[in-house]
């Protein structure tokens, strides 16, 4: 073997081990209790999680390419599945959290048994893999994100204010959105295209026609949303998409998610507990509906995400994926040219283009370099657990 | 007077008279009950209709605009506002179908009595709210669309299976999808411009850049959507979107709506009662998931909303706008610099801009002229009731 | 024939004309449209009504019964069926909105059908089937009283509060519930037994050990029940069964079905429109909850059935019949011994012996002569729209 | 002290700890993921009644009676109240499996912090509590059935089907019905009366007329049920009650609680995990409704609770607590003179008087010595969790 060809394995073990680690790691703070948690059948339980990274190495790589392996349990097949419909059945996404048995030491036992054997597999093949791997790795990140989403939901229901942990991640302040900067229209090319790992959403690379127009260097502040709620944003129908009217009116939303008012100011529940608002801090966990309406309140829209992308290639945005991953004008559509990859890791992204908008840019809980420019987020429009925040934009 | 300004007078209270009377001559083949059905919270009874495009004149041009008008009762002002907020409040939509009183003929008073005024108006003021009129029009037509579409719906709940007219509107048979026709990309101009009316969502005329695709001549056909079913196409959930599976499963969705199959083949029910579908007929009564999912297990795709308009100016496109409107891959979105109409009357297109998608083209329910090559209708992509079909593309 | 028996006969005829034409009656103030509302689903449309009645004379006197006998259309058995499943199918209850066809005009011409071949019968058979007649005219006089509690229920809904008709039944003022009386316990008969007509519930006789109690000669009137809101009644839970509390705070009670507080203080609507609430009437629309919970408050409870019995059988009770159905504590079930009926009439009464309370007495809207000593009627115990009332007891 | 006394004392803190360490006896076998599951609002978490238990002796022995005594943490006053309005707020009931926080060992510790100060307040107090002790011991009791209930049907959710213990309570087998026993009529006495413990609801004694009847020595078996299912007796609306037919629909029950016929013929879900039915033991987790439609197709009912206790009391009945606990034809209601103790305590068995059914004897999971032949279980209709059983009557 080559001497580049031994470090490239290297580096993929060496990727692997450190992304496989990061996601035990975020469970370290919480107890088999606590991994045990669905608060919605939108969440999951970290245990969950734990299990469903190690199941999709177990089904892409193990199962096909590593010569006499042995799954760990076969029933994890159909426990730990989340949605791919060609690798068989999935027990109900809304009652994951109703599997106590296997238990946290148990799933913490899979995970040894997957990394043994994807070390295994790597020694024998190389980068023959490398793209299924690095697809591995880079899902097994965005459950890393979830995870947190996740439990911090989920310990928000108990009315002890639980701390996940004391110095958990938290967005940093700042100035607020300020003025608008304007960026030129004209014939763009919108999408990834290069050597690195993207996710099949962002592709093709494709040509896009945009118009002048202008966009907040800065995410909207804490400060700054509280003015639309001291102005009745909260009351004012015609700021409202219609569906978010009527979200807003059924859910009885009067503030962001996490948002109380006690009698003495406002509050908000994160990673670290109960704590006042803080002024200086972007807003966060705002559904698509409260920032359009937000945006339409102060005279701007959210920016599209071809705009986001040109400004954010142009070196315009600030805090581009600091605090919150930020709503754009788009709903989740394929590209131009786009095709699934074949077979059932191909049902990762497309078919859930209906019915989202996108989302730009990353957050606090986001893994270090998980996150590109070109990166696709996609969240329904009344959806508030995760870290999402608010930039604006006009027509210039 | 001058003559030129007489006659376009003329003109303004002759297509006044022809766009009622239209409204008045759909509701002619029902009886008082039949007026009185809502069959859902989405449709309303045709009562209302009549009485909602009356009230449209009366909120918008004659309270503003005429002197001296009085309102044929203020309780309706509640009673049939759709969703504009703007002027006041709404008798809940679920609930139409519990006003019994006014009575039927209590609303042809309604309808005469703003007819009468509107002469006055246009007699008066001439031109002067031309503009509002047209709208006030092109709104009363689209209501003659919903009317025909929610009648069938709800005649379609009594077994008994009425015939709304035995000549009602009906697709003309059709040779089906065939070859698609190559069409170049580049840029391109969308969207209205120009004289005529139009709808604000139609605005402002803008560019887009756009790859060569493909796209069918004609609608697919009842028999072509038949071999889908005969196909298996509602039992694999690969073929379909993740909501879209969800959806066709909770809903116990088999076959198009209306289609239902006692042991003797199917049939189907349409303003005409119910008969054997007919194989030539293009498809009708589709969501988008079935859209989608039927031109994906065509190895196809839906167009977007402006390569259909690109087509359709370039005279690729038969049937435009005959048998069904055509799902489109496009949500529902505002065109770059789209600015809603001040006061209420914005209220119009723009708050609908999210879980919609795009339907071009027109049906055999939609009044003559009334539909443009720049129309955009638009419905949530679970919606069957009105008159879908689908139009095949691929990216050439 | 001999004299008495034609004189039998022409009591039967007599009875059968003004049971029948009284349900007319009650429809005369009534448009096509009105007689089309169903409300909710526990409600009925009139048109549904007045259909059910000559469904039943048809499907169980005139079609076994009557040599030759062709039913007015053969559609209309499974359309105006309720819940006999002996008889087959029906169409489902929440949608008998639904049908507009037939019109309220074919459904007048339906029952002249049905009459007319019931004189027949009447006039061929004499008083062989005068058992199953009086069924049918007792079932036709229950449909009475559903009538007017539906049609209530359905205008209800239009804001503009419509009234039924000027002079429509009103509860009489009275003096209030007054100091308890007693009544000695012991071994006492229960229930129907004699020549006259009962329902199948109300059988067999059958003997029931009483210890004393107590129980009022009045019923509650509403400044007696305004007393009760006024101290919290709708804000404390210890008042309440748990299943009641759930139920008021799903529902937002705060007060009995009909009444509404526009700042001026309360109103409530009845079949002659909206008014202010009459302080020395009966208080009416009140659920079991509420009456249990208003009984708790006054420091008594509601009387049981068998109590009830005993006490009018006595002569105690005033009232007996004339405002409200009054609230019993017996859960609807069947007595011992109690045998339905053959066939699919039996299914008259047993097969709801489950969730339900016993309501004695008669009601505004009771026709003349229909209610007895030993009737029992039920409801739900949150059901509010009929006419209900309260009647206290205490141990003694 | 007096040596009576000190016996006396004694044998109150032997049975407090022969009765409390039962609980953690039960709950030994399961995990801390385990014991946080709850599967329905109905159900709750292991870990939730071991602390509840607690709770009832802190709140109404502890802090009212043991000078000095400190609460193990105040905020458990919230999450482990179940619905005693009298005593402050209440955790939701649906979202008691959200509390990860305290752990199972954190509740362990509760539970040791209040075992030690209930033993110091009976060291000091004596018999002065005993009667309060026994309801406490008593309540503790009925949540020892609740959790093998409730972690029976959390189990029943995991596709694995985990067992609870491979030696847990399991019903004999039996014979079957059999043939019914004559029991006569008269003036009979209903009720606890005398020196031991009894709930409220089984107060006073009280006199009852009977009809002479006959009653089943022992209970229907799962042959005997197999047979009834055999028969089409799910697929028969004639033999139920109409919300039981409903229910059956709406849920799609075709078999009792766990049962499951994979091709192999019929296996259920037990303590012990999945296995074949057992044709000779009593069928158990049956609804009132299905209770109901068994006994009408086999030409007989469900015996009244009067007639159960006095069959009981003459010695006929075998079985009497073995398998599960019999439904009985008596909507749970107040007996004549019935009042509730005074206090938040007074809120145990009122406030659940309507919308349930008495159910008698006993089941597998009773704990020894809990039951008597006055008590008083009750589910709602539809329930089929607990371990109910069916015994049969007739009028004799």
Chains 1, 2, 3, 4 share one sequence.
């Not at 799954?71 to 009652?95: E, I, K, M, Q, W």
């Not at 014939?187 to 127009?213: S, T, Y």
């Not at 078919?351 to 998980?370: E, I, S, W, Y």
């Amino acid at each position: 073997m080559p001497a580049a060809q031994m470090r490239e394995d290297d580096r993929l073990i060496e990727d692997f081990r450190r992304v496989r680690s990061a996601s035990e790691a975020l469970a370290a703070p919480l107890s088999p209790e606590d991994c045990q948690l669905q608060s919605m059948p939108d969440a999951s339980p970290v245990k969950w999680h734990l299990a469903h990274g190690s199941w999709f190495f177990e089904t892409f790589l193990l199962i096909p390419h590593l010569p006499g392996y042995r799954p760990f349990d076969p029933a994890y097949a159909v426990l730990f599945n989340s949605y791919y419909v060609g690798v068989g059945d999935r027990h109900p996404r809304a009652r994951r959290g109703m599997i106590s048995r296997p238990s946290l030491d148990q799933v913490r036992a899979y995970r040894r048994h997957v990394d043994a054997a994807m070390e295994q597999l790597i020694d024998r093949s190389g980068d023959a893999h490398a793209g299924l791997i690095a697809l591995g790795l880079n899902h097994e990140e965005q459950h890393q994100e979830l995870i947190l989403m996740d439990i911090q939901h989920a310990l928000s229901e108990n009315p002890a204010d639980p701390v996940y942990a004391p110095d958990a991640p938290a967005a940093a302040a700042d100035g607020g959105a300020g003025r608008l900067i304007p960026v030129g229209g004209g014939l763009h090319e919108i999408g990834h295209d290069g050597p690195g790992f993207a996710f099949d959403n962002e592709e093709p690379r494709h040509r896009r026609w945009l118009e002048d127009f202008r966009i907040a260097r800065r995410l909207v502040t804490t400060a700054e949303y509280a003015a639309f709620i001291a102005d009745g944003g909260y009351r004012r129908p015609e700021l409202w998409l219609s569906d978010g009217w009527a979200t807003a009116e059924s859910e009885g939303w009067q503030a962001p998610l996490y948002w109380r008012d006690d009698g003495d100011g406002w509050t908000t529940f994160s990673l670290r507990g109960r704590h006042p608002i803080d002024p200086d801090r972007p807003v966060l966990h705002i559904s698509y509906y409260e920032a359009d309406a937000y945006a339409r309140w102060r005279g701007c829209r959210l920016p599209r995400e071809d705009e986001w992308e040109v400004a954010a290639r142009s070196g315009v945005l600030d805090q581009r994926a600091s605090a919150g991953w930020q709503w754009t004008a788009s709903p989740y559509a394929a590209y131009p040219g786009f095709a699934p990859a074949a077979g059932a890791v191909g049902e990762y992204n497309g078919k859930f283009m209906v019915n989202q908008f996108v989302l730009r840019g990353g957050c606090l809980a986001t893994p270090q370099g998980h996150a590109r420019l070109t990166y696709r987020n996609f969240y329904p429009p009344q959806a508030r657990w995760m870290f999402s925040a608010i930039r604006i934009a006009d027509d210039g």
